[in-house]
Nanobody
Framework: QVQLVESGGGLVQPGGSLRLSCAAS????????GSWYRQAPGGQRELVAQ???????TYSGSVKGRFTIARDNGKNSVYLQMNNLRPEDTAVYYC?????RGQGTQVTVSS
């Protein structure tokens, strides 16, 4: 099974930006949809964005217009550019693809 490793999380002030990266261990990653989920403390897991193998994207209503998902199949990677971050975006962000999930990366939005 493919392994996924996220990076790029951190602490940012409201209105700031972060770019998350997810690197897959296998080139078969390019055949599957890549997704970013998030889970806040005490909250439900939420699907944030998805990108299909051919680049079709979908977003949750709460991030549409602020977040952008992209992929680079040559690098077996998917990215999440997050702009105009809000405190309610604070969560652990997970990369998911083909039944595999990464360990997560913490995003904290706070002044």
């Amino acid at each position: 099974q493919v392994q996924l490793v996220e990076s790029g999380g951190g602490l940012v002030q409201p209105g700031g930006s972060l770019r998350l990266s997810c690197a897959a261990s296998s080139s078969i990653f390019s055949r599957y949809t890549g997704s970013w989920y998030r889970q806040a403390p005490g909250g439900q897991r939420e699907l944030v964005a998805q990108i299909s193998s051919n680049g079709v994207t979908t977003y949750s209503g709460s991030v549409k217009g602020r977040f952008t998902i992209a992929r680079d199949n040559g690098k077996n990677s998917v990215y999440l550019q997050m702009n105009n971050l809000r405190p309610e975006d604070t969560a652990v962000y997970y990369c998911v693809s083909n039944g595999a999930r990464g360990q997560g990366t913490q995003v904290t939005v706070s002044s």
